[in-house]
């Protein structure tokens, strides 16, 4: 499996989490504050990360991005 295929896999399984624990995007500047909130967290590990230190707390962060950015579609468009 590539790089690609298991972040592919990854967010699948954070969008199906998503989606067993909460309701359906109601609109789309819920959509957008929920986004916000998750690229905000990203920001966060990225502004705190060091040259050396490790990237798994940053990559679980950017697949809450990519699966709300799904989410967003899916439940709004």
């Not at 990225?46 to 579609?73: C, G, H, N, Y």
Request: glycine share 2%; net charge negative; hydrophobic share 45%.
């Amino acid at each position: 499996m590539t790089d690609g295929q298991k972040a592919m896999v990854a967010v699948e399984e954070e969008l199906a989490l998503a989606q067993q624990k909460f309701p359906p995007m109601r609109s789309f500047h819920e959509g957008y504050a929920i986004l916000q909130e998750e690229v905000d967290e990203l920001w966060t590990e990225v502004k705190a990360s060091k040259p050396d230190s490790d990237t798994a707390r940053m990559r679980a962060e950017a697949i809450q991005v990519a699966a709300m950015a799904l989410r967003f579609v899916i439940d709004l468009t």
